[in-house]
């Protein structure tokens, strides 16, 4: 059976092209994702999980913060750490990212999506992650140190002045060395700006303290007996790992990070995939009518249902295993391509061979041949029940089932996306627009199998605008005649643009939320001052602008991650990770417009906080009781002195400047609201601030439209790649209709004789196909639209506490979406009608 299933995907090579284009376009992207990530997290293993120290002394961060400030020790836990026995050094050391390198000119080093570290000159060459290649180590502020690339590519050589901009100041000082860069740890291959220790603390933690501590051992000491004395000296407040266990958690961690992404990228080929299966189900449902009498001669000459059966899925089997691959070999040229042009840019990536892995190669295979048996497997099962005496018949067809079972599933999934919307509504929040994407994906799986009973009625409701010519009732009919087959045809088209115009709605919905919060919070304030790389700024910034002529206010605001913990009545807590903002004096008084649902502002004066309505609610607190906020010096408790109304600006626990500081808070801003004098001009001011914050380039200056369309781009780019990896869907699914109607033609062949025999001329017989695809294709686009905007909608309204306010439908972008799907069904027709348009009417008129 395999041999004849080899045969026949030869014989019938045309026909099969485009499946194996579906195979290959969602195995490229599989096989291109997990190459590309495993191939980055090998080389980056090499280097980041790797340790210089024999044992490293790390802080506990009890908040876990991904941004922020690090979690920090004293110098007293390195004399602890160096007085026991078997310890030769213990080096304390600073690391922290969120560090700005300017060029020459003052424009931003190029990092290529690394971070830039700063760290303390270390004590001891044994323990130290970098060794000096030039010049001498540098001491006090006006000097500092530079790795060799990052030196290079700016155009530094020793002696120039230098600009570093960090989190608490900005600094102008001589590059007196050029160091290798870090070869282990998080900042190995990323740019690193090196000061001595002391000057390290002040400009990159703004106050004393250590990231880590660096023991070197003695020679013949026991790693692990030594490892264990020191976790019970310092306690369970710090983190006690021997180089293996530093390595271990290093390629944890890179798992994590590179299986995020590498999942993301799955997700799209799961999507590509599943649209691709349409394609192969119709097609080899069309071969199996096509071939009836082909097959059942098979059974005629002794074939049993089991070996016809087996035939037709040795060619799905044939058709997965070439397109798999296709599509590997496509993947790995495509990583390939992304991986020279990271090393052409010069990103500081560890240069590695592409990894091409068994697993890579077996999931390849197996997600392909499991891919293409499932979709052929309901043809082959037809094709198994074919009699043998239908042999001897002409025109011998294959009996379709009732399409009863098909709707009565159809009709449950419906049913249950219904209730599935009316558990999200009572929800609300992001565990009800989980809901509401679970019930849309109900809804549209119930459609594809309820479709083939509306599809001949929405069809010639669709067509009726477009007159009743021959040409044109012809190509309507056609699309009627096999509703299972167009419906199928227009599902995967529905699928994609389902996704796409809700992702456009949930998108303009988004930045019309951010415009209206931005006119509606935003009060008295004239000017928002922030800044990018990094994303908070000293103090003095605030106080310089505050002596810029025309400036009556400048309000700060401060941010940090921490986790907010209720306690259950078992005694355990519950940790919920928030962010906690610190304002000055005033700011809610007029710069931010505040709503509140009970309590008031007074409280804030004594060191209590008002948080959030929708984290009131998964606190379980109100006005006068108390919760425990976690930051990374411990745990506060803190009291509720009021309940705000949703805020997009203060969307956290906020609390008083005093407060925040008094919590570990940074003495470092992340906004600034600036009221400008009445008759004094905006754009004047904006630029005088500029003027005074030279040697802090990453500032920037905005009014409240600019500040608004800043805070759209993240949206703007967010569904920008989002479409573009949707599109691979949409192209799939117009390969869907080219396949369909490509064999629609080789189906029809005696047909389209006929048609042509009795007067139908070619223009005609084009203009017949141009209808029927774009009937599949406005069938497909008009479903998907309508699904994927009544979802948009139902998502906006359940997390309007969260953000998205404002529903707004971009009619015009969605009417653009249908032209298109219009225009995509006439191109769709091309190449069959041409096809058709030449064949000898009196071959096909005598063909079988």
Not at 123 to 149: I, M, N, Y
């Amino acid at each position: 059976m395999l041999k004849i299933g080899l045969r026949s995907v030869l014989a019938h090579r045309l026909r099969f092209v485009l499946c194996t284009v579906a195979v290959v376009l969602g195995i490229a992207f599989v096989g291109g994702a997990m190459v590309f990530t495993d191939t980055l997290s090998t080389a980056l293993k090499k280097q980041y999980a790797g340790s210089t120290a024999d044992i490293t002394i790390t802080p506990v961060d009890p908040v876990e913060a991904r941004t922020g400030p690090p979690a920090t020790l004293a110098a007293a836990v390195v004399g602890q750490v160096a007085a026991l026995p078997g310890v030769a050094d213990a080096d304390a050391q600073l690391l922290v990212s969120d560090v700005q390198i300017r060029k020459p000119d003052g424009s931003p080093i190029d990092t290529y999506g690394l971070p830039t570290y700063g760290a303390g000159w270390p004590h001891a060459v044994r323990t130290s992650p970098f060794r000096l290649v030039d010049g001498k180590q540098p001491w006090g502020k006006s000097e500092l140190a530079l790795d060799q690339p990052t030196a290079s590519k700016a155009g530094y050589s020793l002696g120039d002045q230098v600009r570093v901009v960090t989190a608490t100041r900005s600094v102008t000082a001589t590059l007196t060395a050029v160091t290798t860069p870090a070869q282990a740890g998080p900042a190995a291959g990323a740019p690193l700006v090196t000061f001595d220790s002391a000057t390290a603390q002040l400009v990159l933690l703004g106050k004393p303290g250590w990231t880590s501590i660096a023991v070197a051992l003695k020679p013949g000491a026991d790693t692990d007996q030594v490892r264990a004395a020191i976790a019970t000296k310092v306690g369970t407040e710090f983190k006690v790992r021997t180089a293996a266990q530093v390595e271990a958690d290093g390629e944890n961690a890179l798992d994590t990070t590179f299986g995020g992404f590498s999942s993301i990228l799955l997700m799209f080929a799961g999507l590509a995939l599943f649209v691709g299966a349409f394609l192969i189900v119709n097609t080899f449902a069309m071969q199996v009518a096509q071939r009836s009498r082909e097959l059942a001669m098979l059974r005629a000459i002794g074939a049993s249902r089991g070996q016809v059966t087996g035939a037709v899925l040795a060619e799905a089997l044939v058709i997965g295993l070439i397109g798999s691959t296709i599509g590997l070999l496509l993947g790995i040229a495509v990583a390939a391509g992304i991986h020279f042009a990271y090393q052409q840019l010069g990103a500081a990536i560890p240069s590695a061979g592409l990894q091409v892995t068994p697993a890579t190669i077996i999931a390849c295979y197996v997600i392909g041949a499991l891919l293409t048996l499932a979709a052929a497997y309901p043809a082959a099962r037809r094709a198994g029940r074919l009699p043998p005496m239908a042999a001897l018949r002409d025109g011998a067809t294959i009996p379709e089932r009732s399409l009863l079972v098909r709707l009565l599933a159809g009709a449950f999934l419906l049913l249950m996306a219904v209730i599935l919307y009316l558990i999200a509504n009572a929800a609300s929040g992001m565990p009800g627009a989980v809901l509401i994407g679970l019930a849309s994906a109900m809804a549209l799986l119930g459609i594809v199998l309820t479709s083939p009973l509306v599809s001949r009625w929405v069809v010639r409701a669709l067509m009726a605008p477009f007159g009743h010519q021959a040409p044109v009732t012809l190509g309507r009919r056609n699309a009627e005649r096999n509703p299972r087959r167009t419906s199928a045809t227009a599902s995967a088209l529905m699928i994609s643009v389902a996704l796409i115009s809700g992702l456009a709605v949930i998108g303009a919905s988004a930045k019309a939320s951010i415009d209206a919060n931005v006119a509606s919070e935003i009060g008295t304030s004239d000017l928002l001052v922030s800044s990018s790389e990094p994303d908070t700024f000293s103090p003095q910034v605030a106080d310089r602008i505050r002596k810029v002529g025309g400036v009556t206010a400048v309000h700060e605001v401060r941010q940090q991650e921490g986790k907010a913990q209720r306690a259950r009545p078992s005694g355990a807590a519950d940790d919920l990770s928030v962010k906690v903002t610190g304002v000055s004096d005033g700011t809610l008084a007029g710069p931010v417009t505040v709503a509140l649902d009970s309590g008031s502002l007074a409280g804030l004066a004594s060191g209590q906080a008002v948080v959030p309505r929708t984290m009131a609610k998964t606190l379980g607190v109100s006005p006068g009781k108390t919760f425990t906020l976690v930051t990374t010096t411990g745990k506060h408790p803190l009291t509720v002195a009021g309940i705000l109304a949703p805020n997009r600006q203060l969307n956290a626990v906020v609390v008083s400047l005093a407060t925040y500081e008094a919590i570990g808070g940074a003495p470092a801003d992340s906004l600034l609201y600036v009221d400008v004098a009445d008759g004094t001009s905006a754009a004047q001011t904006s630029a005088a601030i500029l003027d005074g914050l030279k040697d802090y380039p990453s500032i920037q200056v905005r009014d409240q439209q600019a500040y608004a369309a800043q805070a759209r781009g993240p949206v703007n780019a967010v569904t920008t790649v989002i479409g573009m990896l949707l599109a691979l869907a949409v192209l799939i699914a117009i390969l869907g209709i080219v396949n369909t109607l490509a064999l629609g033609v080789v189906e029809r062949t005696r047909e389209i004789g006929l048609l042509r025999a009795i007067g139908m001329d070619r223009s005609q017989l084009r203009r017949m196909l141009r209808v029927e695809s774009i009937a599949v294709t406005l069938l497909g686009a008009l479903l998907g639209l309508a699904v994927g905007v009544l979802t948009a909608a139902a998502i906006q309204n359940v997390l309007v506490d969260d953000g998205l306010g404002k529903l707004h439908i971009p009619v015009l972008q969605l009417i653009g979406a249908v032209l298109v799907a219009g225009i995509i069904g006439v191109l769709a027709a091309v190449w069959p009608s041409r096809r058709a348009a030449r064949l000898n009417v009196l071959q096909a008129i005598a063909s079988e």
